[in-house]
């Protein structure tokens, strides 16, 4: 009771101390410094419409780059902690024929709408890492469906670092051909759809890296439901 | 007198410390963490927001002079992204301290200790 009490009488201060401090800060208002520059110089810049992409992928992406680390060492801290000797599914029922029937028909559906999510990162809102959450989806749907499912760890594992070591290359690339990491060399030396900004194929390097990324976000959340749905197995005999 | 939705971002943030801090039960306190994470979000998109604008997708008439701030958008991206990776983490590390104690109180966890 006391607990409650002086933790209510903290969130108090604390609530009290944040609605001091924002109250300073109009709602609603042109606060924009950067992010005008952004808005002015997207569609020259990077050929993008969307300027969120733009930003998260061209402007800021050694930053996406670090995020994609920090996934990828996320999924790995999983991988480690749940390492066990022998692992299998222990679900001991299938599920049910609606489910079953569903996930069938509808899994190429889902598969198809997450890579149109990250093919269209650069035009519409999503982007890799929703278009990668939605593939991780439709496997997890098979997980629940099917009590003996597992998904191919030969073919996972080397695609999601391959996926990786593509858009260090592509960043690479851009070390090489211009001045510095990232540098989008398709958009700025070779300089390819600069006449259908708006449309499918334009946006530089955009579309190229948003693809390597939903796929390796997609088959890392994949991974981590894959560790964390099978359990371990002693053969006590 | 502060904005509706700055309210409700200190209103959620502060919901989830009060799990946080009060429960008991991991798993609790984990959706505490995610709630007050959601909060945060909140928090910054509505302070990029700009009164009658839309979304920074400059097409179909949409011009620099009226869409809304997108840094704040593009760092919720990562924020999302990074509160999905340390939720996966600490979910982990909870399967683990079940496997091993058989409970999720904390309390219990701290006496069983040793």
């Given at each position: 009771m006391v607990k409650r009490i002086l933790a209510i009488i903290m969130l108090l201060i604390v609530g009290f101390w944040m609605a001091n401090a924002l109250s300073g800060v109009p709602f609603g208002e042109d606060k924009m410094l950067v992010g005008k520059y952004y808005l002015e110089n997207v569609k020259e810049q990077t050929g993008a419409v969307n300027a969120v992409t733009a930003v998260v992928v061209n402007y800021r992406g050694f930053d996406?780059?670090?995020?994609?680390?920090?996934?990828?060492?996320?999924?790995?801290?999983?991988?480690?902690?749940?390492?066990?000797?022998?692992?299998?599914?222990?679900?001991?029922?299938?599920?049910?024929?609606?489910?079953?029937?569903?996930?069938?028909?509808?899994?190429?559906?889902?598969?198809?709408?997450?890579?149109?999510?990250?093919?269209?990162?650069h035009l519409t809102p999503g982007g890799g890492f929703p278009g990668g959450a939605t593939i991780a989806t439709a496997f997890l749907m098979l997980y629940l469906a099917f009590k003996?499912?597992?998904?191919?760890?030969?073919?996972?594992?080397?695609?999601?670092?391959?996926?990786?070591?593509?858009?260090?290359?592509?960043?690479?690339?851009?070390?090489?051909?211009?001045?510095?990491?990232?540098?989008?060399?398709?958009?700025?030396?070779?300089?390819?759809?600069?006449e259908n900004i708006g449309r499918l194929l334009s946006a530089g390097f955009?579309?190229?890296?948003?693809?390597?990324?939903?796929?390796?976000?997609?088959?890392?959340?994949?991974?981590?439901?894959?560790?964390?749905?099978?359990?371990?197995?002693?053969d006590n005999d | 007198m502060i904005s509706l939705y700055y309210f409700g971002a200190i209103s959620l943030i502060l919901i989830g410390m009060y799990a946080v801090?009060?429960?008991?039960?991991?798993?609790?306190?984990?959706?505490?963490?995610?709630?007050?994470e959601t909060g945060v979000n909140l928090l910054l998109i509505s302070i990029g927001y700009v009164s009658n604008r839309t979304a920074p997708i400059l097409s179909e008439g949409a011009t620099p002079q009226n869409t809304v701030d997108p840094i704040p958008q593009a760092l919720v991206l990562t924020a999302i992204v990074i509160g999905v990776a340390t939720t996966a983490l600490a979910l982990t590390v909870v399967i683990n301290l079940y496997s091993k104690y058989k409970t999720l109180d904390v309390e219990e966890i701290r006496r069983l200790r040793g």
């Open positions: 996406t780059l670090g995020e994609v680390t920090v996934l990828f060492i996320a999924s790995t801290g999983v991988g480690a902690l749940l390492w066990r000797k022998k692992k299998e599914r222990t679900a001991k029922s299938e599920g049910s024929v609606v489910l079953r029937t569903g996930s069938k028909i509808l899994l190429p559906f889902i598969m198809l709408f997450g890579a149109y999510i990250f093919i269209h990162g003996d499912y597992e998904i191919e760890h030969k073919v996972f594992e080397p695609i999601e670092g391959l996926a990786g070591v593509g858009y260090v290359t592509v960043g690479l690339i851009g070390l090489a051909i211009g001045s510095y990491f990232l540098f989008d060399w398709i958009w700025q030396t070779w300089g390819w759809g600069h955009i579309p190229i890296i948003y693809t390597l990324i939903g796929i390796k976000v997609g088959t890392e959340l994949t991974g981590i439901v894959d560790n964390m749905v099978r359990e371990e197995v002693k | 801090l009060v429960k008991r039960n991991l798993l609790k306190m984990l959706v505490g963490l995610s709630i007050m």
